[in-house]
């Protein structure tokens, strides 16, 4: 099947911890994407990546790392610099309009975190 | 980052209602997309709009992309128990290489 796949769909974290979340595609985009979603609140940008081995900062980048070393794979750090790291994180994928492709947006099932 | 005004915020229909929602920005987009989420789960995309004026349907779903670029509606028509969630719009713009997202309408029917 052709998609989005994050891991793990749950995880806990500890106090002082760093954790990280898997993001892999085969729909062979070239941009990737991390957000981060609080209960009742919109998508907020954390990173992204339009291409291997380039990433930027979205609107809530600190306390965050990530790393773009193949195409398909875009995994997403929590540091223990992240003071409320609780949140409902989502993967998405997309193709880039400089290519002439249409631009749409993909998403992952998503990733639940928690901090114990 | 600039968030699209989606209204309403909330809607309690009667199951075979119609419902409307719309998406509105000060910038204008080369691109308005819908989607659908379900609690716990990521959003699926539900319909795709490229051009000022396109008006596409999916099922009894049915989306307008604006012909000012700057909003965009979508349709649910005689709804069912299954399109309880929360409906969100997405837009890309014409500089820069980011989607911004609505806050989302949560929907519930009562059957």
């Known amino acids: 099947d052709g998609g989005i796949t994050q891991s793990p769909k749950y995880l806990f974290r500890k106090e002082g911890q760093n954790v990280t979340l898997s993001c892999e595609q085969n729909?062979?985009?070239?941009?990737m994407y991390w957000y981060r979603q609080d209960p009742g609140q919109g998508l907020r940008l954390i990173y992204y990546?339009?291409?291997?081995?380039?990433?930027q900062k979205g609107d809530i980048a600190e306390g965050y790392s990530v790393s773009r070393e193949k195409k398909e794979s875009f995994p997403l750090t929590v540091t223990s610099a992240q003071k409320n790291p609780t949140a409902f994180y989502l993967c998405?994928?997309?193709?880039?309009?400089?290519?002439?492709?249409?631009?749409?947006?993909?998403f992952g099932e998503g990733s639940w975190l928690t901090v114990v | 980052g600039q968030q699209l005004n989606q209204s309403p915020q909330s809607m309690f229909i009667q199951e075979g209602e119609d419902v409307s929602m719309n998406c509105t920005s000060s910038?204008?987009?080369?691109?308005w997309l819908w989607y659908k989420q379900d609690p716990g789960e990521g959003p699926v995309l539900l319909i795709a709009?490229?051009?000022?004026?396109e008006l596409t349907s999916n099922g009894r779903l049915t989306a307008q992309f604006g012909i000012t670029r700057k909003d965009s509606f979508l349709n649910i028509s005689a709804s069912i128990p299954s399109d309880v969630g929360i409906y969100f719009c997405?837009?890309?713009?014409?500089?820069?290489?980011?989607?911004?997202f609505g806050t989302g309408t949560s929907l519930t029917v009562i059957p």
């Open positions: 998405a994928s997309s193709t880039l309009e400089h290519r002439g492709d249409r631009n749409t947006i993909y």
């Open positions: 729909l062979n985009h070239d941009a």
């Open positions: 990546s339009q291409i291997v081995n380039d990433f």
């Open positions: 910038s204008i987009f080369n691109t």
């Open positions: 709009l490229y051009k000022a004026g």
């Open positions: 997405a837009g890309y713009g014409p500089t820069g290489n980011q989607f911004y």
